[in-house]
């Protein structure tokens, strides 16, 4: 079992940054890839970004790419996600999962296992 809790969501104004932090419990952290979702209003959850078990395997939807960074401290058992230049578009729940398929950076819904609860991202204009 792994259980994630996210944190660092909050309201920021456009081309501002956030970092999103999702600290997992349990021994087997390290073995599992991460990946972050987000569902904004009226919309369906899209893949965000994704890390392999050791960090070297990343993706990003095109939306984030070079403005989203995802990283993890295996050590802390945390997964991160860096978001600068945010953009009210941005605004929406996100949630980090957790994917037993620790090779490769898994981008769909239904390669992970576990989930967490959200945290809130408000972009204003």
């Known amino acids: 079992q792994v259980q994630l809790v996210e944190s660092g969501g909050g309201l920021v104004q456009a081309g501002g940054s956030l970092r999103l932090s999702c600290a997992a419990s349990?021994?087997?952290?390290?073995?599992?890839?991460m990946g972050w979702f987000r569902q904004g209003p009226g919309k369906e959850r899209e893949s965000v970004a994704a890390t392999d078990w050791s960090g070297s395997s990343t993706y990003y939807a095109d939306s984030v790419k070079g403005r989203f960074t995802i990283f993890r401290d295996n050590a802390k058992k945390t997964v991160y996600l860096q978001m600068n230049s945010l953009k009210p578009e941005d605004t929406a729940v996100y949630y980090c999962a957790a994917s037993p398929r620790g090779l490769g950076a898994p981008s769909l819904a239904y390669e992970y296992t576990y989930w967490g609860q959200g945290t809130q991202v408000t972009v204003s204009s």
């Open positions: 349990g021994r087997t952290f390290s073995s599992y890839a």
